[in-house]
């Protein structure tokens, strides 16, 4: 019988710590500063700093050469701009998040 109970006191100990790790959760926020980067929660939080931001493909600024006509450059995908909204994933307990696109 206090085999039963440790085990249940165990699984609820394991449970109650992976909730508050929180491995992973989408949120979303606004671009309040370009340089240096600084990104607004929607929920009630202080801004988060370049240094906690990681950019995917489909956020970063990417330019392309023209061949042929005149030549120069294309902007192929815009890099983020103050007040866009953007899609985010809050990665190694709230240390870190990925900008994963636009909304």
């Known amino acids: 019988m206090a085999d039963?109970?440790?085990?249940?006191?165990?699984?609820?100990?394991?449970?109650?710590?992976l909730k508050g790790q929180k491995l992973a959760d989408k949120m979303t926020?606004?671009?309040?500063?370009?340089?240096?980067?600084?990104?607004?929660?929607?929920?009630?939080?202080?801004?988060?700093?370049?240094?906690?931001?990681?950019l995917t493909d489909a956020v970063k600024a990417r330019n392309a050469e023209v061949k042929g006509g005149g030549g120069g450059m294309?902007?192929?995908?815009?890099?983020l701009a103050i007040g866009d909204k953007v899609l985010m994933l809050r990665v190694s307990s709230g240390q870190c998040y990925v900008i994963l696109s636009r909304l």
Not at 6 to 14: A, N, S, T
Not at 32 to 39: C, K, M, T
Not at 74 to 79: H, I, Q, S
């Open 29 to 54: 926020g606004t671009v309040i500063s370009i340089a240096p980067l600084s990104v607004q929660p929607d929920i009630s939080m202080p801004p988060i700093p370049a240094a906690g931001l990681i």
């Open 74 to 79: 294309v902007e192929v995908v815009p890099g």
């Open 4 to 17: 039963v109970d440790l085990l249940g006191v165990i699984q609820m100990i394991v449970q109650e710590n």
